[in-house]
């Protein structure tokens, strides 16, 4: 049979135009597809976000209902020693009540009364270390503080030593309500680059323990640092949470690791953590970085960072003790002032090297009242006679007109103060 070549090509014609629609109708069915994907996905999200506002609305009033105003008594119900340096310590309500609700990464201020301060109160800030939501105890985490680095002939800490030495089950402890302003985000699908060294993993395990327990999508970064395997704080928890859940990155990193530390298995870096070492492992800089641990490794890290180009206002700091040192001291553009304390009659030349107005007078021979030393509990108010301050780090509540925190607070100009 003959076919006529019209005919051929009228029929190649409508296979083309019959494929074409085809594709075209498989082209906007995987749009399709794709689009309902995102749709799902956005409600998912929106979904979340939802029920995580609802919870936080709920914790709030009941924040409100039952924060208390100055110090509250705590009976200690256990003590558990977490290592040879760390002990951790929990707390119920002595007057039987309820405690309220804490955000992770807040912390308790306490005022004690160690003999070695001579009978005068001490003002010392712990992170609550415990499940937000098991509200029986709150738990707080203390590592027994050695002579500061450099001073070996130094006494230890006295707040820390007090509490491993005299601190027991039974024991009554004054603290304030929680508080703090060392959160993360309020977005609860932001990710976020949180980085401990040795006690300083206290607010974090509270964050991990948060997440897990209100199921958000959070994409967690967490890098933890410590000497060796032994002063590894909360291994197994550590492990378990990051084996369940694939959005959070463990990395452990053991400065002076010993022979039967598993490098691969307890340990995946041999060094501190350094900024190489996030540049290494993280796929860009575009995160929120929480840093906690001693001051040196935090004022590394910070400036660190800084340099790579992460934004001054994404990396939040939390260093409680006399080894904390604000982040930011020497800050620009700041010069050389005279600071008078008229009360000790002395007075000193302050430049940017020297630190805070506390660690000023400290070095001076000017004692002055201190707790956390961060800008959080007040105890380092002084009075301002002339002259103007400026803070390395935002003070956790402003001081009355006229005043000012000395253990965040460098000079403006020449200085007089009531001290």
């Not at 004692?367 to 959080?376: D, F, I, K």
Request: charge should be neutral.
């Amino acid at each position: 049979m003959t076919v006529e070549p019209l005919v051929v090509v009228g029929w190649v014609l409508l296979a083309v135009v019959v494929f074409e629609g085809a594709g075209s109708a498989f082209v906007s069915w995987r749009r399709a597809v794709a689009v309902d994907r995102r749709n799902r996905a956005g409600l998912a999200l929106l979904e979340a976000r939802l029920a995580a506002a609802a919870v936080d609305c709920g914790r709030q009033g009941e924040r409100r209902r039952l924060a208390w105003s100055g110090t509250r008594r705590l009976t200690v119900v256990q003590v558990v020693v977490e290592n040879s340096e760390v002990r951790s310590y929990l707390l119920g309500p002595a007057d039987g009540g309820a405690l309220p609700p804490f955000l992770p990464g807040e912390y308790l201020t306490f005022t004690l009364w160690p003999e070695a301060a001579g009978g005068r109160p001490l003002s010392r800030c712990y992170s609550l270390s415990g499940d937000p939501g098991e509200l029986a105890s709150y738990r707080v985490t203390i590592k027994r503080a050695g002579p500061p680095p450099g001073e070996p002939a130094a006494p230890p800490g006295r707040a820390s030593t007090w509490f491993h030495d005299r601190v027991t089950v039974g024991s009554i402890l004054e603290a304030k309500a929680p508080s703090g302003h060392f959160l993360l985000p309020a977005e609860p699908d932001a990710p976020v680059v949180l980085i401990g060294a040795g006690v300083g993993i206290t607010p974090f395990m509270a964050m991990l323990a948060a997440r897990a327990r209100a199921g958000v999508a959070r994409e967690f970064h967490l890098f933890y640092g410590c000497r060796d395997g032994e002063a590894h704080l909360w291994r197994r928890e550590m492990v378990r949470l990051a084996a369940t859940d694939e959005r959070i990155r463990l990395v452990v990193a053991y400065s002076r690791p010993r022979p039967e530390d598993r490098p691969g298995v307890d340990y995946q870096h041999g060094g501190r953590i350094d900024l190489a070492l996030l540049q290494r492992l993280l796929p860009a800089n575009n995160f929120d970085f929480y840093l906690c641990g001693p001051a040196a490794m935090m004022t590394e890290l910070t400036a660190g960072l800084l340099a790579w180009g992460v934004p001054a206002e994404r990396i939040h700091g939390e260093a409680f003790g006399p080894a904390s040192v604000p982040l930011g001291v020497a800050a620009d553009g700041a010069v050389a002032h005279r600071v008078a304390f008229l009360r000790s009659g002395k007075e000193l030349a302050w430049e940017p090297a020297r630190g805070t107005l506390l660690a000023l007078a400290e070095a001076g021979g000017v004692a002055l009242e201190s707790g956390c030393r961060v800008g959080n509990c007040g105890a380092c108010k002084l009075p301002v006679k002339s002259g103007e301050v400026r803070y390395v780090a935002s003070p956790g509540r402003a001081p009355d007109p006229g005043n000012c925190l000395a253990c965040v607070a460098i000079p403006a100009s020449d200085l007089e103060l009531d001290a």
